[in-house]
């Protein structure tokens, strides 16, 4: 264990998950500097994709391949709209790039590239900020995948990737049903939300449930959508056991190699429709957690029956 003054420690490379993270959210807040002294504003949400598409490419093991671009089906050519999508992840060592939209302006992360669909195994929308508006179009963009099917590989997955929530949004209840499609999208699980500034440290994961799940997990209620990590109600007893006295506050419990149990604070939040739920949780350990998960998806294990991937992961101390 690696441990860092007196609230928070981890399993070695939990700072380095934290550093990353950070070196993403100042790329975005640059891009948005710049903008603000620019006659004409640009996009500055494409500097956060291309420091995404850089990250994800040193992290991921070098047999997958990160681009943005566009998802060729096996099908006779036709006059339909080739959809374009953020970030790609594919195998890189049997795919070929049908072809390539770079120009001599475009850095490497910059290019949109032609993959054929079954070798495509993830693949991320990205917005720069969470509200009703990006969620529901993010939902609709990520619901083009269906399209697709079929042509698709079993293990594909698809999420979307928000890095801000604005603290004045944290009572907007309405926002998280948004991200909940009406219809199915295949590979659809959720997402993750890079910052809040309730508290600089947390991210938010967000996850697709079907109905039994979400009631099992939590009972929607008007709580806010996301609250500081470090104000929550969890102390330890005269006993020494965790105890938690506040609504929608929890523990997630890792038993380390020390044989002993260690324990990341949560926040969370549910809605559901008629067909499906959502759980919004935050932590300290988000980012990594979505890091890892991106292993075990990419693999086609589903992240909660793999223990596999544990390194970096980060736990508060509980007094």
């Known amino acids: ?51 995404l598409r850089k990250w994800f490419s040193v992290f991921l093991p070098k047999k997958y391949g990160v681009t943005s671009g566009y998802i060729i089906p096996d099908v006779l050519a036709r006059n339909d709209k080739l959809y374009h999508f953020d970030i790609l992840i594919y195998d890189k060592l049997n795919s070929p790039i049908l072809w390539d939209d770079g120009n001599y302006d475009n850095s490497g992360q910059g290019r949109k590239q032609a993959i054929p669909a079954k070798y495509v195994h993830a693949a991320f929308e990205v917005k720069a ?19 697709l099917t079929g042509y698709l590989p079993v293990n594909f997955s698809c999420g ?61 209620s008007d709580n806010p959508i996301a609250k500081n990590i470090d104000d929550l109600n969890i102390h330890r007893d005269a006993n020494g056991n965790v105890s938690i006295t506040e609504k929608g506050a929890g523990v997630m419990a890792i038993a380390g190699p020390d044989q002993m149990w260690h324990f990341s604070k949560q926040y ?18 988000g980012f990594a957690r979505f890091a890892l998960d991106l292993l075990s998806r ?8 793999n223990g596999q991937y544990i390194f970096g992961q980060v736990f508060d101390t509980i007094r």
């Not at 900020?129 to 399209?147: P, R």
């Not at 009406?182 to 309730?198: A, N, Q, R």
């Open 268 to 285: 969370m939040v549910s809605s559901h429709n008629d067909q499906n739920g959502l759980m919004l949780s935050w932590s300290h350990n």
């Open 129 to 147: 900020s969470l509200n009703g508006k990006t969620a529901e179009d993010a939902i609709s963009k990520l619901s083009q995948f269906n399209d």
């Open 160 to 220: 979307v990737i928000f890095f801000d929530l604005d603290s004045t949004l944290i009572n907007k209840q309405t926002i998280l049903p948004n991200l909940i499609p009406c219809d199915p999208i295949i590979g659809y699980w959720g997402g993750v939300i890079l910052h809040c500034s309730l508290d600089e440290e947390m991210t938010g994961i967000v996850q697709l449930l079907n109905r039994t799940e979400i009631m099992s997990e939590a009972k929607e």
């Open 298 to 305: 990419l693999e086609g294990v589903s992240p909660a029956k």
């Open 1 to 51: 264990m690696e441990k860092h003054g007196d609230k928070r420690y981890g399993f070695i490379g939990w700072r380095e998950f934290h550093n990353t993270r950070l070196e993403l959210l100042n790329e975005l807040n640059r891009a948005k500097g710049y903008n603000v002294s620019r006659p004409i504003h640009t996009e500055h949400g494409n500097a956060g994709e291309a420091a």
